[in-house]
């Protein structure tokens, strides 16, 4: 006879949370049920990243087309160099620029004292006297000495006036072409209005009230010339602020003075660079004029008040304004190789025919 069993159940205690299952493995699994373990809090997806500013043209690295980077090729601004020395017009117009730079640097030394001082014997045709090597004007002056002192003023106030030129010009260039809508019209209209307005009218009307100083003259000529550079710079800002590296700025919350000078300035610099070199001998020419008219400065000497001094004697002392015109056609010619040279070695187009 068996022993009676005893199925009571004994009373159950509270047991702790048990930890988390292991993984089930594929022995257990014999119906091949898929189980999702899915986290209390799931990570966050990284956000995309930005594209980056691009660098601005002159330290852009080489790429190949698989987008590695090419390191036997060379960077924009080393190739823009070598196209640059590789042109004779370009190197050509740079010796004459150097070297009137080294006149109107020199002056000081060759020749210390006041340019408009009588210091011979009047009308002295060049070579006549070999210490006045270029002879004398009516007045006894030598026109050695008021060529060099010419040279300092000249390019002093085309130097400014390209300056104030390029200052005005870029900022509103830069205005109307990044945020368009009614500024970009406001700002057109002006242009126009500037542009209609005759400019070396202007020029004469404002050096005829004010006093006319070397400050005066320049500060006007720039104030009428800013136009060609607003348009080009106004061209350039609406090309480039749709790029991505824009797009990305203003996602980054960067400020809109930040994106134009910072970001899209850096890469409307190469038409900019070439058009500065035209302002300055048209500056230049523009001061010659108003000096021939004697409306330069009176204490001071240029090639202008030069060939204004010697007008009266055109036919008798030829020389008195060939010298001069020659001095300033040289330095005008210069320029204007120069800025054809930098047009070649920075514009794309031109560098890609060139090689």
Known sequence: MMEPTDISERPRSAAPCAPAAPPVPAAANPHNLRINVVPLHPPRPAAPEAPASPR?????????DDGAIDTTARRPANQA??????NPAAMTGSL?????????????WLYPGDPLDMVAQPLLWPGQD??????????????????LHGARASLLIGVAAAAVGLGIGTVVGACAGYFGGRIDAALVRLM????????????????SIAAPTIGVIALTIGVTSWTTVARLVRAEFRSLKQ???????????????????????????PPIIVTTSVMIATAILMESALSFLGLGDPNRVSWGSLIGSGRDMLRTAWYLTAIPGATIIVA????????????????PRLRSRSE
């Open 56 to 64: 601005p043209w002159w330290r852009r690295l080489p790429r190949r």
């Open 332 to 347: 005008v010619l210069s320029l204007n190789l120069v800025g054809d040279g930098l047009n070649e070695a920075l514009n």
């Open 81 to 86: 160099w070598r196209l640059y020395v590789r």
């Open 192 to 207: 126009e209005l500037f542009q209609a307005t005759p400019s070396f009218l202007l020029m004469i009307v404002v050096v």
């Open 243 to 269: 790029r991505d590296f824009v797009l990305a700025a203003r996602s980054l919350g960067y400020g809109d003075g930040r994106i134009i000078f910072r970001e899209i300035l850096p890469n409307a610099l």
């Open 130 to 147: 070999p210490q006045y090597w270029l002879g004398t004007d009516s007045l006894g002056r030598d026109l050695a000495a008021g060529i």
């Open 96 to 108: 004459l620029l150097l070297l009137i730079v080294l006149m109107a640097l020199a002056a000081p």
